[in-house]
């Protein structure tokens, strides 16, 4: 059963999945903190380039199955154009002032 992302617990990670969601290229820049780091599959890439490459130029979305470690970890169906749906578990690390200042993605 999915989560509704309006009850996700977490306010950064409700508003990454959010602007996936919506397609907002800025909104989703603006949750990252300075310098913010990421990791697909265990290997660290370059921010910028996933997330053009994986989310904005191929129409991801995400859909959200489970929630735990007060909403900082999901496990969710990842969609987009170049590799279909696959289950993801995802990782949040949330600075003080709420901005994600890294992120862990890979297969579930």
């Not at 989560?3 to 508003?15: E, F, G, H, K």
């Not at 987009?80 to 993801?88: C, I, P, S, V």
């Not at 949040?92 to 862990?104: K, L, M, P």
Request: hydrophobic share 40%; no cysteine.
């Amino acid at each position: 059963m999915t989560i509704q992302t309006a009850r996700l617990s977490d306010p950064a990670v409700r508003a990454f999945v959010t602007a996936v969601n919506a397609h907002d290229r800025e909104g989703f820049m603006r949750l990252l903190a300075p310098g913010a780091t990421m990791a697909d599959d265990g290997a660290d890439r370059d921010p910028a380039e996933w997330i053009e490459a994986e989310i904005f130029a191929t129409h991801g979305r995400l859909e959200v199955d489970n929630e735990s470690r007060g909403g900082r970890v999901l496990v969710a169906r990842h969609r987009n154009d170049t590799w279909g749906e696959m289950r993801t578990r995802r990782l949040f690390t949330v600075t003080q002032d709420g901005r994600i200042s890294r992120f862990e993605t890979g297969q579930a």
